[in-house]
């Protein structure tokens, strides 16, 4: 047993040795775990340990940068660091994930498929490797579940580098300018 004066009163406490050690040499560990509870970002995830270690490794970055911002004299909430950092990160990228609807490029950019002469064509095999494509089109309605519809399709707009599929969907990604 070791006797411990206490931070907020002038008693002294008696506590074992293993207690004053681990409270001696934490350094913050405890005080780190519980904020970083408030903000989780780990998801139950069974077979893909890689994702969950990833998103423990980042939030723990994310806190560590906090506690040096703190450090440096800043006065600021962690929740407003946060915010600050993703709006930061937002315009280093010169995106807005929200607006963004697919995997290829915001209509905005890429106007050229709105005017010209467009024809689709078959996969060519040996560049992709593969005879099918993801429809650009289908790939953006989203099912009874949430979830993205996935279709493949054998055609595709060789001056767009797309996915097509042949009807409706070659018409109305080369007529509706708010894909």
Same mark, same amino acid.
């Given at each position: 047993?070791?006797?411990?004066?206490?931070?907020?009163?002038?008693?002294?406490?008696?506590?074992?040795?293993?207690?004053?050690?681990?409270?001696?040499?934490?350094?913050?560990?405890?005080?780190?775990?519980?904020?970083?509870?408030?903000?989780?970002?780990?998801?139950?995830?069974?077979?893909?340990?890689?994702?969950?270690?990833?998103?423990?490794?980042?939030?723990?970055?994310?806190?560590?940068?906090?506690?040096?911002?703190?450090?440096?004299?800043?006065?600021?909430?962690?929740?407003?660091?946060?915010?600050?950092?993703?709006?930061?990160?937002?315009?280093?990228?010169?995106?807005?994930?929200?607006?963004?609807?697919?995997? *290829?490029?915001?209509?905005?950019? %890429? $106007?050229?498929?709105?005017?010209?002469?467009? #024809?689709?064509?078959?996969?060519? /095999? +040996?560049?992709?490797?593969?005879?099918?494509?993801?429809?650009?089109?289908?790939?953006?309605?989203?099912?009874?579940?949430?979830?993205?519809?996935?279709?493949?399709?054998? *055609?595709?707009?060789?001056?767009? %580098? $797309?996915?097509?599929?042949?009807?409706?969907? #070659?018409?109305?990604?080369?007529? /509706? +300018?708010?894909?």
């Amino acid at each position: 047993m070791v006797t411990v004066e206490s931070e907020k009163s002038k008693f002294s406490k008696l506590k074992p040795t293993v207690v004053a050690d681990y409270n001696n040499t934490m350094s913050g560990v405890d005080k780190a775990d519980q904020c970083l509870l408030y903000y989780p970002v780990a998801r139950n995830q069974r077979r893909k340990y890689y994702k969950k270690s990833f998103r423990y490794l980042l939030s723990h970055a994310v806190w560590n940068a906090f506690a040096i911002f703190k450090k440096n004299g800043e006065k600021m909430r962690q929740v407003e660091f946060r915010m600050k950092l993703i709006e930061r990160l937002i315009e280093v990228t010169g995106r807005n994930p929200s607006t963004r609807l697919g995997p *290829f490029p915001k209509s905005e950019g %890429n $106007v050229v498929r709105l005017t010209g002469r467009h #024809f689709p064509s078959f996969v060519d /095999e +040996s560049e992709s490797r593969k005879k099918s494509r993801k429809c650009v089109v289908r790939s953006l309605k989203i099912n009874e579940n949430g979830k993205r519809v996935l279709r493949e399709s054998r *055609f595709e707009c060789k001056n767009c %580098n $797309v996915g097509v599929c042949v009807a409706p969907c #070659f018409e109305i990604y080369h007529t /509706e +300018s708010n894909l």
